[in-house]
């Protein structure tokens, strides 16, 4: 028996669910707008205790995961399924990566006792008590859409190699490649906001 897909309601399913997490970070950047404009100098000065080298570097990880993303794709719209492993492969590197970068940024961070309710970040100025509680708020989440990215591209590479996406039957490779180009496009404007702003 056939079993006969929506390909426009997933793609117009993904579409909205996006949307919905462009209004989540939309908020975030608001709220982030809203306390620059009250403490200017106060997220200038705690901007620069940030690893700006660490976090340029991040930002090229990123986007040459989206540029291995679209490839895989594309490979596999063009009947290349083993290219198009490879290159998912490439993006989930580059996930990890990502991720083992922000580990070590957060532990030195961590180990200078500048984390949330801390003695060390309380005794400072409210202003960059509020930087850097939105610096982990919004870094942290998201560090968490990069986990849940990957969990979805590895499930896209286990149905592929399952052979049940397909050059035929590609749009769950298509609407993940969406969510990590999301997931990029993100970090494109949290970089700046917080490594960019000294």
Same mark, same amino acid.
């Given at each position: 028996?056939?079993?006969?897909?929506?390909? !426009?309601?997933?793609?117009?399913? &993904?579409?909205?669910f996006?949307?919905?997490?462009?209004?989540?970070?939309?908020?975030?950047?608001?709220?982030?707008? @809203?306390?620059? +404009?009250?403490?200017?100098?106060e997220?200038?000065? @705690?901007?620069?205790?940030? %690893?700006?080298?660490?976090?340029? !570097? %991040?930002t090229?990880?990123?986007i040459?995961?989206?540029?291995? &993303? @679209?490839?895989?794709?594309s490979?596999?719209?063009?009947?290349?399924?083993?290219?198009?492993?490879?290159?998912?492969?490439?993006?989930? =590197?580059? =996930?990890? !990566?990502?991720?083992?970068?922000?580990?070590?940024?957060w532990?030195?961070?961590? $180990?200078?006792?500048?984390?949330?309710?801390?003695? $060390?970040?309380? @005794?400072?100025? =409210?202003?960059?008590v509020?930087?850097?509680?939105?610096?982990?708020? &919004?870094?942290?989440? +998201?560090?968490? +859409?990069?986990i849940?990215?990957?969990?979805l591209?590895?499930? =896209?590479?286990?149905?592929?190699?399952?052979?049940?996406v !397909?050059?035929?039957?590609?749009?769950?490779? $298509?609407?993940?490649?969406?969510?990590? +180009?999301?997931?990029?496009?993100?970090?494109?404007?949290?970089?700046?906001l917080?490594?960019?702003?000294?």
């Amino acid at each position: 028996m056939s079993v006969i897909k929506d390909y !426009t309601g997933a793609k117009l399913g &993904m579409w909205l669910f996006l949307f919905t997490e462009v209004l989540l970070f939309g908020g975030l950047f608001l709220l982030y707008a @809203a306390y620059l +404009h009250k403490f200017p100098s106060e997220f200038h000065l @705690a901007g620069k205790e940030l %690893n700006v080298v660490l976090g340029a !570097t %991040n930002t090229v990880v990123l986007i040459s995961s989206s540029w291995f &993303m @679209a490839m895989s794709i594309s490979a596999l719209q063009q009947g290349s399924v083993d290219q198009s492993k490879k290159f998912l492969l490439l993006t989930l =590197a580059m =996930a990890l !990566t990502f991720l083992v970068i922000k580990y070590f940024e957060w532990s030195a961070k961590i $180990e200078h006792g500048i984390f949330p309710d801390s003695p $060390e970040l309380l @005794a400072r100025p =409210a202003g960059e008590v509020v930087f850097f509680g939105l610096y982990y708020l &919004m870094t942290g989440l +998201h560090g968490l +859409h990069v986990i849940l990215g990957g969990g979805l591209l590895s499930f =896209a590479y286990f149905l592929i190699v399952q052979g049940k996406v !397909t050059p035929q039957d590609f749009v769950f490779l $298509e609407n993940s490649g969406l969510y990590w +180009h999301l997931v990029d496009l993100v970090w494109i404007f949290l970089f700046p906001l917080f490594y960019l702003i000294a």
